[in-house]
């Protein structure tokens, strides 16, 4: 709870620097799209999910907006589409979102993490399973130890939903890593999460 709360707070600090009558193209509107979008998505709350729409909508379609600005708005509607498992959007995320694979981590979650997260979404289990293998083996590249510890959690938790042969051995294992990795970095509410996954599947 405590960290919910620390987002939460830092994320009205953040809408109180939104300038009156700022575009939705603006750094403001964007990030706040971003940010609101992964609060929603990270402690799985709706309290935010129209905030990530609303503050994002106008710059995805803007040619004002810059890439970064495009890429936190895409992020932002992309993370509440996920929470309202809206099939449409996250079918429309897919191709926007794919340009900015060479961007690597330059915004969280990482592009591929995203992409497999929206794939699931709209019920595409092979091609979630090809984008989470390209994001754990990219973070494992780069030494990016966080959001490996988050993509083995999110394609753990794909893997447990598609069920199929061989599913829940790998999903164990990796939720295995993914507490492992938790757990020496102290991220909290990730270990909380995956250690009621692990207890739900008996491990």
């Not at 905030?51 to 890429?71: F, H, N, Q, W, Y």
Request: with cysteine.
């Amino acid at each position: 709870m405590v960290h919910y709360l620390s987002a939460l707070h830092n994320l009205e600090r953040l809408l109180k620097t939104m300038r009156p009558g700022a575009v939705g193209h603006s750094q403001e509107y964007t990030f706040s799209s971003w940010a609101s979008g992964m609060v929603t998505f990270t402690f799985r709350t709706d309290e935010w999910i129209e905030l990530a729409k609303s503050t994002g909508s106008g710059a995805i379609s803007s040619p004002e907006a810059t890439p970064l600005m495009t890429l936190n708005a895409l992020t932002g509607t992309a993370l509440a589409a996920v929470q309202e498992h809206d099939v449409v959007t996250a079918q429309e995320r897919c191709p926007q979102l794919r340009p900015f694979l060479r961007l690597g981590l330059r915004v969280l979650p990482g592009i591929n993490r995203l992409l497999g997260l929206l794939k699931w979404t709209a019920g595409e289990f092979d091609e979630a399973v090809n984008e989470f293998e390209e994001a754990q083996a990219y973070c494992r590249q780069i030494g990016c130890r966080p959001e490996l510890a988050w993509t083995l959690h999110d394609y753990a938790d794909m893997l447990l939903e598609r069920d199929a042969n061989g599913d829940r051995e790998k999903a164990t294992a990796i939720l295995d890593e993914s507490l492992q990795i938790s757990t020496e970095l102290g991220m909290r509410p990730l270990m909380d999460r995956v250690r009621a996954m692990r207890d739900g599947l008996g491990a």
